[in-house]
Antibody
Framework: QVQLVESGGGVVQPGRSLTLSCAASGFAFRSYGMHWVRQTPGKGLEWVAVLSYDATKSSYADSVKGRFTISRDNSKNALYLHMNTLRPDDTAVYYC??????????WGQGTLVTVSS | EIVVTQSPLSLPVTPGEPASISCRSARSLLHPNGHNYLDWYLQKPGQSPQLLISLASNRASGVPGRFSGSGSGTDFTLEISRVEAEDVGIYYCMAALQTPYTFGQGTKLEIK
């Protein structure tokens, strides 16, 4: 079955960087677009970024554009989110999500990122 | 960005009774291919969200038949024919026509 396991979350100071990882298994990772979605108590669910199956196309939410970079390593079945210049409002649970052609059909358990001094 | 608005935000339901959640989009989610790009997700307590319905009316694998989705354009509905205790959680609709994908505020279903 599909498994998505996020890691790399933690407490980080404002302005610093952090990289999240997602280990994928149970499906042909190299054939699917992958997303990051985050969730905060105050703002609910927010789509963050998507990367195509072959890493040639990406798209970002305006709130993270220019600060976050999504990447993948198909040889390792891994997805990444490189987060720079973190702000307190980036505090959230970050989910790694497998995309189908029309929806988000599998979600990881999430990793908590807390941006605080 | 396509804004989607759900109602109600809180939904107390007696087991065995039906339930309905509305999702309205600020712009049409109808693609030229004829499909409406509107998904429904359920986040059960302590869990990650899970896909219930894609393309407005297609139940995801393993989703019970009591769940159904309908609607087109800007108005969509998720219906549960007979609510069970395991259906508690927060239901989200999501506009999937274009990036940025956007979620509704969520509807919290609880058992009376």
């Amino acid at each position: 079955q599909v498994q998505l396991v996020e890691s790399g979350g933690g407490v980080v100071q404002p302005g610093r960087s952090l990289t999240l990882s997602c280990a994928a298994s149970g499906f042909a990772f190299r054939s699917y677009g992958m997303h990051w979605v985050r969730q905060t108590p105050g703002k609910g669910l927010e789509w963050v970024a998507v990367l195509s199956y072959d890493a040639t196309k990406s798209s970002y939410a305006d709130s993270v554009k220019g600060r976050f970079t999504i990447s993948r390593d198909n040889s390792k079945n891994a997805l990444y989110l490189h987060m720079n210049t973190l702000r307190p409002d980036d505090t959230a649970v970050y989910y790694c999500v497998k995309g189908s052609s029309t929806s988000f059909d599998s979600w990881g358990q999430g990793t908590l990122v807390t941006v605080s001094s | 960005e396509i804004v989607v608005t759900q109602s109600p935000l809180s939904l107390p339901v007696t087991p065995g009774e039906p339930a309905s959640i509305s999702c309205r989009s600020a712009r049409s989610l109808l693609h030229p291919n004829g499909h409406n790009y509107l998904d429904w997700y359920l986040q059960k307590p302590g869990q990650s969200p899970q896909l219930l319905i894609s393309l407005a009316s297609n139940r995801a694998s393993g989703v019970p038949g009591r769940f159904s989705g309908s609607g087109s354009g800007t108005d969509f509905t998720l219906e549960i024919s007979r609510v069970e205790a395991e259906d508690v959680g927060i239901y989200y609709c999501m506009a999937a026509l274009q990036t940025p994908y956007t979620f509704g505020q969520g509807t919290k279903l609880e058992i009376k």
